[in-house]
């Protein structure tokens, strides 16, 4: 019996990670995210999202203007 999950995690710690040269908004522990995952998956949930903040402002900025968008997110990329 095969039950399709979507997972969309936000940044999570490690090596991969720690070797990014740019400010990452929310850091997800490692140890968090897979207690997140198993807790969530034991329920029964079919979609994992964390964390909402990021979701959310992912969300919204998929909401504006292609060219709107692509000016916020250059300001974003220059904030380190």
């Given amino acids: 019996?095969?039950?399709?999950?979507?997972?969309?995690?936000?940044?999570?710690?490690?090596?991969?990670?720690?070797?990014?040269?740019?400010k990452i908004p929310v850091m997800v522990p490692t140890e968090k995210a897979v207690k997140k995952i198993i807790s969530r998956l034991e329920k029964g949930k079919t979609k994992i999202v964390f964390p909402v903040s990021l979701a959310v402002s992912t969300f919204l900025t998929s909401l504006l203007p292609h060219r709107l968008k692509i000016w916020v997110l250059s300001k974003i990329r220059q904030y380190k």
């Fill in 1 to 22: 019996n095969v039950s399709p999950v979507v997972l969309t995690p936000g940044f999570i710690k490690s090596p991969i990670t720690d070797s990014f040269d740019f």
